[in-house]
């Protein structure tokens, strides 16, 4: 499934769950024919995400609603700060205020503090992934927020790439086990995917760089020093990924060593929402 056709999808599921057979209050109290604007006024500081998918929400609900955009998505905003003003029926403008608001607010989140993971490593090569630890329903938004914010998508779910875990390698008896059944797989099945392999230790990694044939490593929840070990081991070979328990505190100790990238889900798991919200103005 395309990411156009999910987003989609979020969409009507959100109208779905919010208004049902119908927003009642705004039915009763607004005349049909009222025409009027509201802004979307930012509240607190960080990185705005989700103006292109707010643009979707209101085409969707209401072709004739109109934005007017000041603000665009990635850009740094402050309290006070008015990203666009969106005119049109206000029965519309009063039903889709809420799923607009619940995107962005999230959205603008994730965005700003992957942003800030991002800065942590200014003058390293090391970029910043995100993981599929995601709200079930919002990857695809949760993880455009990312890219928004500067960082970079590991893969979009278990169909892009064959990512094999601890418990894959558990389940198929060893590294070399795991990986030669990728590789096979992958030419029984005529398909072209990228293979990484999730190693726990020294002795996984030296098997997974005897046995070849994968496009990254993964180091799970190895020390710092073991990190720049295995680096300095690796030497290039293939790329290295840093993954486990990394933190905002962490994270450029890792970067130092040297690794190609590292992952954090704490991009997506657990993050703030920004605080913004859409009022009416005259």
Do not use: W
Not at 131 to 157: D, F, Q
Not at 189 to 205: H, T, Y
Not at 208 to 223: E, K, P
Not at 234 to 260: F, H, M, P, Q, W
């Amino acid at each position: 499934m395309k990411v156009e056709e999910l987003t989609d999808r979020l969409i009507d599921l959100a109208f779905a769950e919010d208004i049902g057979d119908g927003d009642h209050t705004t039915l009763c109290s607004i005349p049909a024919a009222e025409m009027g604007k509201s802004q979307l006024l930012v509240k607190e500081e960080g990185i705005l995400a989700g103006v292109e998918i707010a643009r979707k929400i209101f085409n969707k609900f209401d072709p004739d609603l109109k934005m007017e955009v000041f603000i665009n998505d990635g850009t740094y905003v402050k309290p006070g700060d008015v990203a666009f003003i969106v005119s049109g029926k206000v029965q519309s403008l009063l039903q889709t205020e809420r799923v607009v608001l619940n995107i962005m607010q999230r959205m603008s989140g994730i965005a700003t503090t992957t942003n800030q993971y991002v800065k942590l490593l200014e003058g390293t090569k090391t970029r910043v992934l995100d993981t599929r630890k995601t709200t079930p329903g919002m990857r695809m938004l949760e993880k455009e927020a990312v890219r928004i914010g500067g960082g970079e998508n590991h893969r979009i779910g278990l169909f892009d790439m064959i990512l094999l875990k601890d418990n894959h390698v558990d389940f198929a008896g060893g590294v070399e086990n795991a990986i030669r059944r990728a590789q096979q797989y992958l030419k029984d099945n005529g398909k072209s995917l990228k293979i990484e392999i999730e190693v726990r230790n020294f002795d996984e990694l030296n098997e997974a760089l005897q046995v070849g044939g994968v496009n990254r490593i993964m180091l799970d929840n190895f020390s710092v020093p073991d990190t720049l070990k295995a680096v300095q081991l690796v030497n290039g070979r293939v790329e290295l990924e840093s993954s486990g328990g990394i933190t905002d505190k962490t994270i450029r100790s890792y970067a130092e060593c040297g690794v190609d990238v590292i992952s954090v889900g704490a991009l997506t798991h657990s993050v703030k929402s920004l605080d913004m919200s859409l009022k009416a103005v005259e």
